[in-house]
């Protein structure tokens, strides 16, 4: 007859509740340093204004240590030459609600590369978010 162990003698050989714990923290700290460091804004999808008529596939991103957002992305499709106007609302400490709005001149070509970086002002008060993204095609007049 064969000896068989039972799992409750088998588990505290493989892995002790102590080392476990510090493996548990390790992982959590290392997610959170990461997530200090930057927060992804918009990612991966399609982001368009209300109209759906300017579209880009691509990311948003604060970069909390560099105090920077970047926008990286390409247009989905031909449009109107003109702007793009990303309007970034964030919170300061006191509750008072802050705006910043980064202006893109584009010349409209499915494919477009957008590859913005700025500083936006309280950058050291506060995380942003996209609050609203709009697009203006270029004045005809001044074609």
Excluded at 10 to 16: D, H, R
Excluded at 18 to 38: G, K, Q
Excluded at 40 to 62: H, K, L, M, N, P
Excluded at 115 to 130: G, V
Aim: aromatic share 8%; with cysteine; net charge positive.
């Amino acid at each position: 007859m064969q000896h068989q162990r039972s799992i409750h003698q088998i588990a505290p050989q493989a892995v002790s509740t102590p080392t476990l714990l510090m493996f548990l923290v390790a992982l959590l700290s290392i997610a959170d340093f990461s997530h200090a460091i930057s927060r992804e804004i918009v990612r991966g999808r399609s982001i368009c204004d209300q109209t759906e008529t300017a579209c880009i596939d691509g990311s948003i991103t604060w970069l909390k240590n560099r105090k920077m957002i970047t926008i990286e992305g390409r247009l989905k499709r031909d449009i109107e030459p003109g702007k793009l106007f990303f309007m970034f609302s964030g919170h300061l400490s006191s509750g008072e609600q802050v705006f910043h709005t980064k202006q893109v001149e584009i010349r409209g070509k499915r494919g477009e590369i957008l590859d913005e970086r700025f500083k936006p002002p309280y950058s050291n008060q506060t995380i942003w978010a996209l609050h609203k993204f709009t697009y203006h095609p270029a004045d005809p007049e001044a074609k």
